[in-house]
C-alpha cells in the first residue's frame, strides 16, 4: 500500500504482482501443450458444479468446473483466472518482442530496447559462455573494501546497481505534505521473503531456514568459493540478516503508516548514523546532502549503525558478496545461478515443480525492467479508446454508488461522511496507461549483454528515482505496466489505478450482460476505491496528507467494526498450523466486501432502472445469482500448499477462497438470491459489515 523508497508497495488487488519481485520467483504459465482454449467468460455456467450446495461451499460451486479443466502445471506455484489472462497477454507480447528483436532501421528507438533486451535475455549460449565474468568487475569492487569508512561509497554504487543491501534509499511523498518528493530511508537486506522468517519456531520453518543457509552456500560456491568458505561464509550471512530482521518492524507493523513516519532531515539522520557516514554515502549515491527526509524505521537504522561498528570487515564483505549474487542470479547469469534461485525461492518456499520455459522469463524480464515502453506497443494493439471509455463510465457510476452509501452509513456522523464524500469526489481514475509514457532515451541497451543491460536499467531507475527529490509529486505516473492484469490503490496520491491488460475476460466482456461485468470488474473498481477508506487508507486525507480526519467517535466506531472482520479471519486454518493474520489482510478484507457491496448497489440500481426481469433466468440462473457467481469465478485459482503456507503468513490478500466464501458470509443478499437456510455454512450468525 506505501511506496517505499525502493519498493513500491500499492494496495495490489491480487497476488500475482506480489510475487513477481522474488528473484527466480516466476509463477504464471500454461501447460506446454495445451489444447486451442475455450472462450473466456466473465459468468461461465459451464464451470459451476452443480453437486455442491452453492448454500455450503460457492466456492466449490463456482469453481469446481475451472479446477477441472486446469491442473495446475508443474512450472506454477498458482494458477487461476489472473494467470490464465496474464498468459495470454504474454503470449501478446511475446510476438511485439520477436518482432522488434528483428534488427533494422526501421526500429523506432524504443522498439530497439525492447528487442535488443529481448534478443539479449534469449541468447542463453552468450550468457552460459560469459559466466560469472560480467559480474567480476562488482565482485572485485567489493573484495577491495578494506574497512567500514570505505563502506558508505561502496554501498551506494551497490544500492544505484540494484544490490539490496542493508537499506533502502529513495525519493518517497512526504507522508506530512503528498505534494513533495523527500528522501527516504527504509529498512532492507534480508535474503528470506521477510524478518519473522528469522524467527518463527515451528519445525518447517527451522527447515525453511536450514535450506536457505544451503542455498546461500551453493550460491557462494558458484561462485567459485573452496567449500568450507562457502559453508562459513553461508552461516555469516544468516547471522547478519538475522540481526538486521530483528530490528525490523513486521510485515503487519508496516501496515501501519504510523509506524513508518518519522520525519527528519538528512543531517539528522547523519547525525545518528555515528559509525556510517552519510555525507560520503550521499555523494557517492548522487543524493540529496541536505533536505527533508523520513526514516522508515529508526530502530533498524540504529541497528544497522551498531553493526557497522562491531563486525570485522571480511564479514561485511561476504554478506556484500551475496547480496549482489543475489540481485543478479536471474537471467542474466549462467542458468546454474538463475536455477539454483528457482529452486530455493520457487521450489523449496513455494512449492513450483518446473522452471518456466525461457522466452516466458525473459518477456516477463522485459515488461518488468521497459514496461512502458513495451506497454505503449501493446496499448496501441491490444487497448482501443472505447475500452477505455467504457472502463472510466463503470468506475464513475462506482464511485457515484459509493457517495449514496457513504450518506446511509447508519454508524458514521454527518461531520466525518462531508469529508469522506470530499475524498472521494478527489479521487483520479486512471485508467489503462500513462497520459504522458516514461522517457527512455537516456538509458542503453546493447545487443549480447544480457547482465550489462540489467546493470543500466537498475542505474537507470535508481537515477530517476533520486531526481524526483525535492521536486513536486508527479500522480500521473504509474506503478504497474499497461499489460498487467492487476489494479491497484495509492493511499498519498488517492487514486485508482486499472492497466489495460485487465480489462478483458474473463473479468470483463462487451458480450456479457451487467451482471457478469459489475459482480466481477465491477467489485474491483470497488475493491480499489474502498481502499481509500480502509485500516490504512482511511488515515490519509483527500491530498494523501497523512491526517486524521475522522471525529474520535467515527473512529472508535470503524475500528470497532474492522475488529469483526480481525477476528473472522484470524479463525482461518489455511494450511494446517497456520492460520490467516486478521490484522495483516485487514485492508484487502476490507477492500473484498466494501467492493463487492458497492458494486451490488450499483448493479441493483442499473437493473431497477432497466426494469430487469429478476425472475428470467439465463443459463438456468436469475441475474443476481450470476453477479455473485461471476464475482466467485474471478478467484478461482489452484494453489501449491507451499505457497499457501507462504501466502497465509505474509501476503495481505487472503486465499482466493476466502476471498469468495468469507465475504459473501457477510453479505446476507448473498445468502437470499440462493435461498440459504440460516444455518448454513454460506451464512454468518453475525456479519460484519464496515462500509
Ligand atoms: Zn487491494
Sequence with gaps: MFRFAVFPRPCYLALVLALASVPGLSQNASPAAQPAAPELRVFDPSLIDNSVDPCENFYRFSCNGWFKRNPLPPDQTSYGRFTELH??????????????????????????????????CMDTATVNKLGIAPLEPELDRIDALKSAAELP???????????????????????????????EYGAGGLGLPERDYYFRPDAKSVEQRRQYVEHVRRMFVLAGEPEPQAARDAETVMAMETRLAKASLTITEERDPQNLNHPTDVAGLSRELTHFSLADYVTADRAPAVGKANSEQPKFMAEFNAL???????????????????AYATTSMPESFETETWSFYAHTL???????????????????????????VYVARYFPPSAKQRALEMTLTIEQTMAKDIDTLDWMSAE?????????????????????????????????????NQMRVREFDHARNLAKIGKPVDKGEWYMSPPTVNAYYEPQQNNVNFPAGYFQPPFFSDKEDDAANYGDMGSTIGHELTHGFDDEGRQFDKDGNLKDWWTKEDERKFTERADCMVKQYDAIEAVPGVHLNGKLTLGENLADLGGLWLAWLAWEEKAQAAHLDMAAKMDGYTPDQRFWVAYAQQWCTQTRPEQLRTQAQTNPHAPDEYRTNSVLQDLPEFAKSFSCKKTAAMVSAKPCRVW
Design 153 to 183: 561509497a561502496l554501498l551506494a554504487h551497490l544500492h544505484t546497481i540494484g544490490v539490496n543491501a542493508f537499506f533502502g534509499m529513495g525519493a518517497s511523498q512526504d507522508f506530512a505534505d503528498a505534494s513533495s518528493m523527500i528522501s
Design 416 to 452: 466525518t461522511k462531508a469529508r469522506a464524500k470530499d475524498k472521494l469526489h478527489t479521487v483520479m481514475n486512471k485508467i489503462g496507461y500513462p497520459d504522458k509514457w516514461r522517457d527512455y532515451s537516456k538509458l542503453e541497451i546493447v545487443r549480447g549483454d544480457a547482465l550489462g
Design 308 to 326: 557497522v561498528a562491531d563486525t570485522p570487515i571480511d564479514r561485511v564483505r561476504t554478506y556484500l558478496r551475496w547480496h549482489l549474487l543475489h
Design 350 to 376: 513455494n512449492g513450483a515443480e518446473k522452471q518456466q520455459e525461457r522466452w516466458k522469463r525473459c518477456t516477463s524480464r522485459v515488461d518488468r525492467e521497459l514496461g512502458e515502453a513495451l506497454g505503449q
Design 87 to 120: 498468459e495470454l497477454n504474454r503470449l501478446q507480447l511475446k510476438q511485439i518482442l520477436e518482432q522488434a528483436a528483428v534488427p533494422g532501421a526501421a526500429r523506432t528507438a524504443n522498439e530497439q530496447k525492447i528487442g535488443d533486451e529481448y534478443a539479449s
